[in-house]
């Protein structure tokens, strides 16, 4: 707020233009967090040091990926982090010859970090509130369970549709409980009190982190009748 508040008290930058910046910082956090998340936190390394660098920054939490104190990164790198890019934004204003610009710049990327750390926890951590954010939901699961070489994007998938990282989500099997017992052995269940396999399952892990194989397998059992009885994914 105090940087809003300098730069049109201040600096004289007009209402419409601190709005322009600030709404520029937003988008180019957007960019730098999918290009970083690229980059930087799925760099191929090569010597020891880098391997183990990297998995500190990044490689832990996709191997805990529902570990919600990795899913944040603690306050003192993150202010050492905050003050490094607001120098790097203050030299480039600077040296375009506009230096106050990055007064109204820097809180919309900030913003945009905010919005993404924010975002971030709330994937790993609840299903997603409405039906329009479910694709960003399954963007990022897709991209832990699946193939992390796509689905940089966290707060958005703007950049994966722009640069072809984004997974054909319509193509992807969703993880949702599929009709193969029927309607009828699904309301016995649930009249009974009881979930069915798929729900259980669901309530376990995260959307697009269970992917099953041979769904329509039949089994080859002969005992009590069973020859008799087809049951799929059983």
């Known amino acids: 707020g105090f940087m809003l508040y300098h730069s049109h008290a ?12 600030f709404l520029g910082g937003v988008i180019a956090w957007s960019l730098f967090e999918y290009f970083i998340h690229r980059f930087v936190f799925h760099y191929i390394a090569e010597s020891e040091r880098a391997m183990r660098t990297v998995y500190v920054i990044h490689g832990n939490h996709h191997e805990y990926p529902r570990d919600r104190e ?8 993150s ?18 010859g506009v230096p106050g610009n990055a007064f109204a710049f820097f ?9 993404y750390g924010s975002m971030h926890y709330a994937i790993h951590a609840w299903n997603p509130p409405f039906k329009w954010m479910k694709p960003l ?35 992807e099997k969703e993880d949702k ?10 309301k016995k269940q649930h009249n009974a009190g009881k ?40």
């Not at 202010?79 to 375009?96: D, E, G, K, R």
Request: proline share 5%; glycine share 6%.
């Open 10 to 21: 201040r600096l004289a930058i007009g209402i419409p233009g601190i709005i322009l910046l």
């Open 70 to 77: 990795r899913l944040f990164m603690p306050p003192v790198p």
């Open 79 to 96: 202010l050492l982090i905050a003050s490094t890019l607001f120098s790097i934004s203050y030299a480039v204003a600077w040296l375009l």
């Open 107 to 115: 809180p919309g990327f900030l913003l945009g970090y905010l919005m």
């Open 137 to 171: 939901w399954r963007n990022h699961h897709l991209h832990h369970y699946k193939n992390d070489e796509r689905g940089f994007g966290v707060s958005s998938t703007l950049w994966d549709h722009i640069f072809g990282t984004m997974f054909d989500l319509k193509k």
């Open 177 to 186: 409980i599929k009709p193969v017992f029927g309607e009828e052995m699904g």
């Open 195 to 234: 979930l069915m396999a798929r729900e259980r399952i669901e309530k376990l892990l995260d959307i697009d982190s269970f992917f099953e194989i041979n769904e329509f397998a039949k089994h080859r059992c002969t005992n009590f009748d069973m020859e008799n009885k087809n049951l799929p994914a059983d």
